[in-house]
């Protein structure tokens, strides 16, 4: 993928994702002909969320989204799925860092409880 905002952006989750606690593993998954690269996932005692890019954003699904208190309200798709939540973050958004790693690290004790 060309560097642009995307990149930029799937590279700064990814720094905030791993830096949210040491035991986060990160893997590529669901390789396919169309995706050669797979999907960033990041689980730590379970799936915590993948990272996927699309042509206008960004999107990260929460696999227990649901499950999570979210505060600041940083959930914006897939609001009405059982069991996921989705942030997608477009070009001109700003991301509340410090709220997203409060998600992540809340999403990891799900995963430990």
Not at 44 to 59: A, F, M, R, S
Not at 65 to 94: H, K, M, Q, V, Y
């Amino acid at each position: 993928m060309a560097e642009d905002w995307r990149s930029e952006t799937v590279d700064r989750v990814r720094q905030l994702i791993l830096g949210a606690d040491p035991d986060i593993v990160e893997e590529a998954k669901w390789r396919k002909a169309s995706n050669p690269d797979g999907v960033p996932t990041f689980s730590c005692d379970g799936l915590i969320c993948t990272v996927e890019t699309y042509k206008d954003k960004v999107k990260l699904t929460f696999a227990k989204g649901a499950s999570l208190e979210d505060p600041d309200s940083l959930f914006n798709a897939s609001l009405d799925a059982g069991t996921r939540r989705g942030l997608d973050i477009f070009a001109d958004d700003e991301l509340d860092e410090e709220a997203f790693v409060e998600l992540i690290r809340e999403a990891v004790a799900l995963n430990r409880a």
